[in-house]
């Protein structure tokens, strides 16, 4: 069965660092992969995706994630982290096979942003 | 417009209370989805309608009855819940999921319910 792996449960970190989450996922055919937040009390917004194309994307508040197939991995990175950026960080996988209209999520990544 | 918009915001309903939930999208999309979902956890799949019909039930106990009359609104019936079905329910919309064409999911700010 497909699985999405987030390595980081709870994160804590200072303002102005680096931030990387780890995403990895178990599927091998074309997958459509994305990155969810949900900022506390709110709604899951939609970060940022990959389809296809360029393996390295941009996302909306200066993240982005990296796809890199040979590692099944899409991890998230932020270089400069903000209080505002205290959230939970989603990571979900669509597979492109046949008649697929799932999505299958990670865990989750507590991110705790220390002012 | 790519907003998905839900009522009510919060309920707090009875065991043997009949309730529903509301969800509506302006986007064109053909997919509509209900998800449940606990604090600090991913959502998890319910329901998913494509082109209307309900093409995909996950097992959903009987007292959550969906219900799609047309393609921008999506409702959720409830009855006779019980206390553990408390949590944030959310709806969903996307563009045609059919085929292997690649579509993302909007969410709506869901529904806090509470079953006393």
């Known amino acids: 069965a497909q699985s999405v792996s987030q390595h980081n449960h709870h994160v804590i970190l200072s303002e102005a660092a680096s931030l990387e989450l780890g995403c990895n996922y178990s599927?091998?055919?074309?997958?459509?992969l994305f990155w969810y937040v949900q900022y506390p009390g709110q709604h899951l917004q939609l970060l940022l995706k990959?389809?296809?194309?360029d393996p390295l994307v941009k996302g909306i508040k200066g993240f982005e994630a990296e796809f890199i197939k040979s590692k099944f991995s899409f991890n998230l990175r932020k270089p400069s982290v903000q209080w505002s950026d205290t959230a939970e960080y989603f990571c979900?996988?669509?597979?492109?096979?046949?008649?697929?209209?799932?999505?299958?999520w990670g865990l989750g990544t507590s991110l705790a942003v220390n002012p | 417009d790519t907003e998905v918009t839900q009522t009510p915001k919060h309920l707090v309903m009875g065991m043997t209370n009949k309730k529903s939930l509301k969800c509506e999208q302006h986007?064109?999309?053909?997919?509509m989805y209900w998800y449940k979902q606990k604090a600090k956890k991913p959502p998890e799949l319910m329901f998913v309608y494509s082109y209307e019909k309900l093409s995909i039930n996950e097992s959903v106990p009987s007292r959550f009855s969906p219900e799609c009359p047309n393609s921008s609104l999506l409702n959720l019936h409830l009855h006779a819940l019980q206390p553990e079905d408390s949590a944030l329910y959310l709806c969903?919309?996307?563009?045609?999921?059919?085929?292997?064409?690649?579509?993302?999911?909007?969410f709506g700010p869901g529904t806090r319910l509470t079953v006393t």
């Open positions: 986007m064109g999309h053909r997919a």
């Open positions: 599927y091998g055919g074309t997958v459509n």
């Open positions: 979900a996988v669509k597979d492109n096979a046949g008649n697929n209209r799932k999505l299958i």
């Open positions: 990959y389809f296809s194309g």
């Open positions: 969903a919309s996307s563009q045609d999921p059919q085929g292997s064409r690649p579509y993302e999911q909007y």
